[in-house]
């Protein structure tokens, strides 16, 4: 009895042991993970002459808030594109979740009859696409999307990969006997889609409107070639532009008016720095909205049969 007491109590400590050991790995992990982000946050705060000077620096020579000051430099242009962004990423998000969810539940119910057909239907265009110019074409000669905020938002809304994820959770996560209570309930199928199987498809869903926003959020090639007003430019197409613009004066700063001086001052790498914290800052908030449907996906019970 006391030797039996005596593992138990040297087993417990052995699993204190490895539990401090293991936290310790898992935090050393999230630092390394979280660590480059806040060292372009530092560049991003760093002198640009100490910065040329000493290099990167994890506690900078000098401070600075010029490379900030450059990108403002637009005025209200800047927050014109982050509340197009938001728009674009907020109702892509929702319209591409709809449509992606219904369309992955119908294929993944056996009963219907033509699931075989809208699933093929959708991994072929996995695999073929009709190519840059007709995409072009049907988009503003057919649908009229030329200069219009639906331009950053329909081309993204519908994506098969995404289908075939959801349509899999569906088939795996959500049990056939679930469906057959509501139909023995009398309940349709938009009701039981409403009521049953959308409460058990959370981290699903969560994934799949992770996925969305992350591609509205970062989406900038729609924008070069459906915008051309200047009051629908999307966050990451506007930083480009600063981007492009700031190369192009240096590049040809001989043929240029302004002075060495005011070329040497112009925060190049710092700035750069600077757009990718404004560029990511904000997406960054939204990890903690999914992932409280990611620990409710791991405790959520539906049958038990």
């Given amino acids: 009895m006391f030797k039996s007491k005596s593992k138990m109590k040297d087993f417990h400590q052995l699993s204190s042991g490895w539990n401090v050991v293991f936290n310790l790995i898992a935090g050393i992990f999230s630092f390394l993970c979280v660590f480059p982000f806040l060292f372009v946050m530092i560049i991003s705060f760093t002198d640009e002459g100490a910065l040329a000077r000493n290099g990167y620096q994890i506690w900078p020579e000098k401070w600075s808030l010029e490379a900030y000051k450059y990108v403002f430099q637009t005025g209200d242009t800047l927050l014109r594109s982050y509340g197009v962004t938001i728009f674009v990423t907020v109702v892509g998000t929702l319209i591409s979740l709809f449509i992606i969810s219904l369309y992955a539940y119908a294929i993944s119910r056996k009963g219907f009859r033509y699931r075989n057909f809208f699933a093929f239907f959708a991994f072929f265009t996995m695999l073929f696409n009709g190519g840059l110019v007709p995409t072009y074409i049907v988009a503003t000669q057919l649908l009229h999307l030329k200069d219009s905020i ?4 329909l081309p993204l809304a519908l994506n098969a990969f995404y289908i075939m994820i959801l349509r899999t959770f569906y088939s795996t996560s959500v049990p ?4 057959e209570s509501g139909k023995i309930d009398g309940a349709s199928e938009f009701k039981i889609f409403y009521k049953l199987v959308l409460p058990l498809s959370l981290p699903g869903l969560a994934t799949i409107g992770l996925f969305s926003t992350l591609g509205y959020w970062n989406d900038w090639f729609n924008a070069l070639l459906y915008i051309d007003d200047p009051n629908l430019v999307p966050l990451q197409s506007m930083l480009m532009r600063i981007e492009t613009s700031m190369q192009f004066i240096l590049q040809n700063s001989q043929n240029s008016s302004l002075s060495m001086t005011a070329l040497q001052s ?17 997406i960054i908030l939204a990890y903690p909205f999914f992932q409280r449907y990611f620990i409710q996906g791991l405790t959520i019970g539906a049958v038990k049969e």
């Fill in 150 to 153: 639906w331009a950053l938002i």
């Fill in 176 to 179: 056939d006997a679930i469906i």
């Fill in 266 to 282: 112009m925060p190049q790498d710092t700035s750069r720095m600077a757009m990718v914290v404004l560029a990511t800052g904000p």
